[in-house]
């Protein structure tokens, strides 16, 4: 296994039984591997979890494509990534790419140059597919309450609401963290005009979100995490308002290199928390609701329980498995 893995995250071991599946995403500011052993339909213990930077987002915005260096940077830290998978164990790994490969003019060649480096197919996600995975890794494939699943990425963001034993119903949000950070240019800390645009641009965003009262909101995605990061909590503490405009006020009394410093984030994770806060705050508002619950889950974590229940045919089972327990 590679050096950064092992440097980056948590390896553990002692669950001798259940299966080793991975997945990794190519998202808008990262690219991430999840390891993980499943035993009877649920995810008993995380061999991996790692992530390294790419703002390949960034780059398809501006550019329309992710560029030559950009493929071989990519290409070459799937290859990596494979490595430290196959290294553990994992039989079924998959490849997803989300918004940037959606977008990206050049996605087809980015995925015949990993085919052809690694043999592995890159499947890029559909919006709702993308969705789907988050409520499943949110729920455990174990859906027993109505609620509210925000998934707030680099580039987009997905609002997807689930009731069991009902299908579930997708908004999706045309940008997210980054892109919003982009569109809305701000100074370094924040100033209170900054914070003005940003919640205004964020509640431009989030009038597409139903009026509707879930009865529990969760947010996933790092803008969830790194908010309670930020203010020195542990990385599931629920949001409340109070929260969010703690984390708003930290932004504009100290520049990101500092904060960065003191929290272990990144000066770009910093950089994008302001915009990631207005638009938690703005779906909230949108939802009529004061607290979200926050998940470490993610999209990984659906993959690898969609591949262990449903094999091959995991993508056409997301909306069965993402309604109610496996085999329901």
């Known amino acids: 296994m590679s050096s950064d893995a092992l440097a980056a995250g948590g390896v553990t071991t ?91 003019s ?32 949110v729920t455990g494939g174990r859906l027993d309450r109505e609620l509210m699943v925000v998934d ?23 940008t ?8 809305v240019p701000t100074s370094d800390p924040l100033t209170g005009t900054d914070v003005r645009h940003l919640r205004r641009a964020a509640a431009e965003v989030a009038a597409a979100v139903p009026v509707s ?16 990061r930020l203010l020195g909590r542990p990385r599931t503490t629920p949001v409340d308002r109070a929260a969010l405009e703690a984390a708003i006020e930290a932004l504009q009394a100290r520049p ?20 990631g806060a207005a638009l938690v705050e703005a779906v909230l508002d949108r939802l009529g609701a004061n607290l979200a619950e926050v998940s470490d889950a993610s999209l990984r974590d659906g993959a690898v329980l969609a591949v262990s229940v449903a094999g091959d045919a995991w993508m056409a089972a997301l909306p069965r498995l993402a309604s109610g327990p496996p085999g329901t």
Request: hydrophobic share 45%; proline share 4%.
């Open 176 to 183: 997210g963290s980054s892109r919003l950070s982009s569109a």
């Open 213 to 228: 009262r879930p009865r529990t909101v969760v947010v996933t995605g790092g803008s969830g995490t790194n908010i309670s």
């Open 14 to 104: 002692g669950t001798p039984a259940g299966r080793v599946v991975a997945a990794i995403d190519i998202g808008s500011n990262s690219i991430h591997l999840l390891v993980a052993r499943v035993v009877d339909d649920a995810i008993a213990e995380v061999l991996l979890d790692v992530s390294t930077q790419a703002g390949i987002g960034a780059r398809v915005d501006q550019d329309g494509s992710i560029g030559e260096v950009g493929r071989g940077a990519v290409t070459d830290a799937v290859d990596g990534y494979l490595g430290d998978a196959h290294l553990l164990g994992a039989g079924p790994i998959v490849l997803l790419g989300t918004e940037p490969l959606r977008v990206a």
């Open 106 to 137: 050049d996605a087809g060649m980015l995925g015949a140059a990993i085919r052809e480096r690694t043999g592995s197919e890159l499947r890029v996600l559909s919006h709702e597919q993308e969705a789907l995975l988050a409520l499943i890794g």
């Open 256 to 275: 990101a290199m500092e904060l960065a410093a003191e929290t272990g984030l990144s000066v770009r994770r910093v950089r994008q928390l302001g915009a």
């Open 152 to 174: 707030i990425g680099g580039g987009s963001s997905e609002c997807i609401l689930a009731t069991p034993g009902e299908p579930p119903r997708t908004v999706v949000l045309p």
